[in-house]
């Protein structure tokens, strides 16, 4: 089982700083890479797909990066909608797993 | 507009047994593959398992191996899991999610059915 792991657990930040969240495969995944955004009492919403690429709809100041192990997501100027919990996924192998995710607290 | 609608959830005994529906609409459903992802009360997602669009291959977490099964009817665009020897780890709001077509990544949610597992 490929295990991600997410770093910080939780960040402290302001609206209109830029953000940047860390996640770690314990093995190659390539580019096969998500990123979600759930907020509370919401389900999650695809943000990235392929590492790099944003889903429909998904503003421009969020941009993935990265390949292979180390992977990164980052808001460039934090809106007040985005304070949520970020999670990463591989789709890389079976089972699918997901880091422990990243709290975006004011 | 892409809807996945979950339902089957409740309060069940421990060594019971409960199956979760999931109705989509508003995409080519036998298209795409779907699957289940769970999230315990506070905790983060765990996927759980997935199937094929075609049903002819399944795949399942270590954690609910031989005691879930995920099937698909296609005629009536649902989703099922049918969960057995349920355990109180198994407590958890179950997200039925539509696999986009690269394979792996969920681009729609439902909004969850919650199963609790207690006596």
């Known amino acids: 089982e490929i295990v991600m792991t997410q770093s910080p657990a939780t960040l402290s930040v302001s609206p209109g700083e830029r953000v940047t969240l860390s996640c770690r495969a314990s093995?190659?995944?390539?580019?096969?890479l998500a990123w979600y955004q759930q907020k509370p009492g919401q389900a999650p919403r695809l943000l990235i797909y392929?590492?790099?690429d944003r889903a429909t709809g998904i503003p421009a100041r969020f941009s993935g990066s990265g390949s292979g192990t180390d992977f990164t997501l980052t808001i460039s100027s934090l809106e007040p909608e985005d304070f949520a919990v970020y999670y990463c996924?591989?789709?890389?192998?079976?089972?699918?797993?997901f880091g422990q995710g990243t709290k975006l607290e004011i | 507009e892409v809807q996945l609608l979950e339902s089957g959830g409740g309060l069940v005994q421990p060594g019971g047994s409960l199956r979760l529906s999931c109705v989509a609409s508003?995409?080519?459903?036998?298209?795409?593959?779907m699957a289940w992802v769970r999230q315990a009360p506070g905790k983060g997602l765990e996927w759980v398992s997935s199937?094929?669009?075609?049903?002819?291959?399944?795949y399942y977490s270590d954690s609910v191996k031989g005691r879930f099964t995920i099937s698909r009817d296609n005629s009536k665009t649902t989703v099922y899991l049918q969960m057995s020897s349920l355990r109180a780890e198994d407590t958890a709001l179950y997200y039925c999610?539509?696999?986009?077509?690269?394979?792996?990544?969920?681009?729609?949610w439902g909004q969850g059915t919650l199963v609790t597992v207690s006596s």
């Open positions: 999610a539509k696999t986009s077509g690269r394979g792996g990544d969920f681009d729609y």
């Open positions: 093995q190659s995944v390539s580019s096969n």
């Open positions: 392929d590492a790099s």
């Open positions: 996924q591989q789709r890389s192998n079976w089972p699918r797993t």
């Open positions: 199937i094929s669009m075609s049903a002819d291959a399944t």
């Open positions: 508003g995409f080519n459903y036998g298209g795409y593959a």
